[in-house]
């Protein structure tokens, strides 16, 4: 019991030092978020932060050299595995940490808190029970647009070694708060892409570029701003391609100077950038083996065949209400039969 007792009483600590923090700032807004704070038992509240580079093992230690690698692979994907990658060209010049903020460690920047601890799991999209290597794999195919890394091979063990050490004191079977994209609420209209253009050219394009294809770094071998569409981007396959991954990621990450706490952007205009975004062109991929029992699709997977009678524009764009309605009534008769 004790270490939970310790690690309750360090995150009431946290949230006593951020509360006097605040309560330096003197201003009433501030006031009223000042009131909403945990002062204790805070670890629902919470979101979790994956521990920091410096804290990895020293290399000699047991497991550290791989530990370090994962962290080299995921941070500097496109030096090692890009179009001129040193180890090897299997990727699109992006890298992991990319939308995997801060090396997977930014609460609600798509973190991999939840991953040691839910894997090898069942997943809809592959009708398979996944293991990490299949889910890296998985990224590696549609987000990187490029091939599979052979899950023997150095560079895989060394992620899977990198992302099981972040999450090794998430307990088993557990998902805590603020791993992986945020969930927004579903708008009650359509995601609007000219609507979405504007926020674009407001918010993003300065990063991106007016065309999206982002910047080249100077040496050449990854991206200063990665590309948002294009031949370089990540493909018709890739989580980011649901507008409910998109926009929760942006939301609370971009421009990527904000973070969950103070987002730039309204989560209207992260929907209907995700829908301008997502309109434009991209690679695609074979997705005919994804989904093999179709009612197993989320409202916004862009593809049919469906269970459903809903469009693949509702699906792609929404609005998603009805279809998840819908979907929630089709599993109550289900379970009933
Ligand atoms: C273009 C964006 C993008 C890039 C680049 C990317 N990913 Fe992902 N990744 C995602 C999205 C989106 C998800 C799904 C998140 C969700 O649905 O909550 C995901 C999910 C994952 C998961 C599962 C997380 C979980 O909690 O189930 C792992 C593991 C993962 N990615 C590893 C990688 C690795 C390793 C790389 C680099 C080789 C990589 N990703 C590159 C977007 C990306
Ligand atoms: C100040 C510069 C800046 C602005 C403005 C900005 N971004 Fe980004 N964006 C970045 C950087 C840098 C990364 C890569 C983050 C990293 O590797 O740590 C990124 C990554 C991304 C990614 C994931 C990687 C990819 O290329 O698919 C998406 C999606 C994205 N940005 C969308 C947006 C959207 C939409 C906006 C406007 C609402 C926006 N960004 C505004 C700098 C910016």
Same mark, same amino acid.
């Given at each position: 019991m004790l270490p939970i007792i310790h690690h309750r009483l360090l995150l009431a600590g946290m949230a006593a030092g951020l509360f006097l923090l605040m309560a330096g700032c003197n201003d009433t807004v501030e006031k009223e978020n000042v009131k909403q704070l945990p002062l204790v038992s805070a670890s629902?509240?919470?979101?979790?932060?994956?521990?920091?580079?410096?804290?990895?093992?020293?290399?000699?230690?047991?497991?550290?050299?791989?530990?370090?690698?994962?962290?080299?692979?995921?941070?500097?994907?496109?030096?090692?595995?890009?179009?001129?990658?040193?180890?090897?060209? !299997?990727?699109?010049?992006? =890298?992991?940490?990319?939308?995997?903020?801060?090396? /997977?460690? +930014? &609460?609600? *920047?798509n973190n991999y808190g939840a991953v040691a601890s839910t894997y090898p799991k069942f997943r809809e999209r592959s009708g398979t029970m996944e293991s990490i290597e299949k889910r890296v794999n998985d990224c590696f195919e549609r987000?990187?647009?490029?091939?599979?890394?052979?899950?023997?091979?150095?560079?895989?063990?060394? !992620?899977?070694a990198y992302? =099981?050490?972040?999450?090794?004191?998430?307990?088993? /079977?557990? +998902? &805590?708060? *603020?791993?992986?994209?945020?969930?927004?609420?579903?708008?009650?209209?359509?995601?609007?892409?000219?609507?979405?253009?504007?926020?674009?050219?407001?918010?993003?394009?300065?990063?991106?570029?007016?065309?999206?294809?982002?910047?080249?770094?100077?040496?050449?071998?990854?991206?200063?701003?990665?590309?948002?569409?294009?031949?370089?981007?990540?493909?018709?396959?890739?989580?980011?391609?649901?507008?409910?991954?998109?926009?929760?990621?942006?939301?609370?990450?971009?421009?990527?100077?904000?973070?969950?706490?103070?987002?730039?952007?309204?989560q209207e205009q992260a929907w209907d950038v995700a829908a301008f975004v997502n309109s434009q062109p991209r690679p695609s991929k074979d997705l005919t083996k994804d989904w093999p029992d179709i009612s197993g699709k989320p409202v916004d997977h862009p593809f049919g065949p469906y269970a459903d009678t809903f469009s693949e524009k509702q699906h792609k764009y929404g609005p998603y209400g009805p279809i998840a309605e819908w979907k929630k009534e089709h599993a109550a008769k289900k379970a009933s039969k």
């Open positions: 629902d509240t919470i979101p979790w932060r994956g521990p920091a580079s410096t804290q990895i093992p020293v290399y000699s230690a047991e497991n550290g050299k791989d530990i370090w690698y994962g962290y080299e692979l995921i941070s500097k994907t496109s030096y090692y595995l890009g179009p001129n990658g040193t180890v090897n060209q !299997i990727s699109n010049g992006m =890298n992991c940490q990319n939308c995997h903020l801060d090396a /997977g460690t +930014k &609460p609600f *920047g987000s990187l647009n490029g091939k599979a890394l052979d899950s023997n091979s150095r560079e895989m063990k060394a !992620i899977v992302i =099981n050490w972040l999450g090794r004191k998430v307990e088993k /079977g557990s +998902k &805590p708060l *603020g791993s992986g994209i945020m969930e927004l609420k579903f708008l009650d209209r359509a995601a609007d892409p000219v609507k979405g253009k504007t926020v674009f050219t407001g918010h993003c394009a300065r990063c991106h570029g007016d065309d999206g294809q982002g910047l080249k770094s100077p040496d050449g071998k990854g991206y200063e701003f990665p590309p948002l569409w294009g031949p370089h981007s990540y493909n018709a396959g890739a989580g980011l391609f649901r507008l409910s991954r998109f926009a929760g990621y942006v939301y609370n990450n971009m421009p990527n100077t904000v973070s969950w706490h103070n987002p730039e952007i309204t």
